[in-house]
């Protein structure tokens, strides 16, 4: 079992940065890709992120590329999403998520962390 908790989540104003964290326990170490999900109301979840414990590859979803970035800390057992220029649109609860692979994270994630609001007014 993975155990996920995200922080981080607020209100800010449109071209604000916010920076959520997600600090995994568990079995981290047969679930080395991690990553962020979200979903809008009345929208389907949306791969945000992904990064692993083991390398520096990232991975983004193409609504975010250039504005957002996911790093780790492995001493912390923690991911980080730095999310800058927030537009409305972001608005979400975001998930931290984690799987065995990068392809089964973005497809079928294993483990879910319980969500963080974000809230981005114009």
């Known amino acids: 079992q993975v155990q996920l908790a995200e922080s981080g989540g607020g209100l800010v104003q449109a071209g604000d940065s916010l920076r959520l964290s997600c600090a995994a326990s568990g079995r981290t170490f047969s679930n080395t890709a991690m990553g962020w999900f979200r979903q809008a109301p009345g929208k389907e979840r949306e791969f945000v992120a992904a990064i692993r414990w083991t390398d520096i590859n990232t991975y983004y979803g193409n609504s975010v590329k250039g504005r957002f970035t996911v790093s780790r800390d492995n001493a912390k057992n923690t991911v980080y999403l730095q999310m800058n220029s927030l537009k409305p649109e972001d608005t979400a609860v975001y998930y931290c998520?984690?799987?065995?692979?990068?392809?089964?994270?973005?497809?079928?994630?294993?483990?879910w962390g319980q969500g963080t609001q974000v809230t981005v007014s114009s």
């Open positions: 998520a984690a799987g065995p692979t990068i392809a089964v994270l973005t497809t079928t994630p294993r483990y």
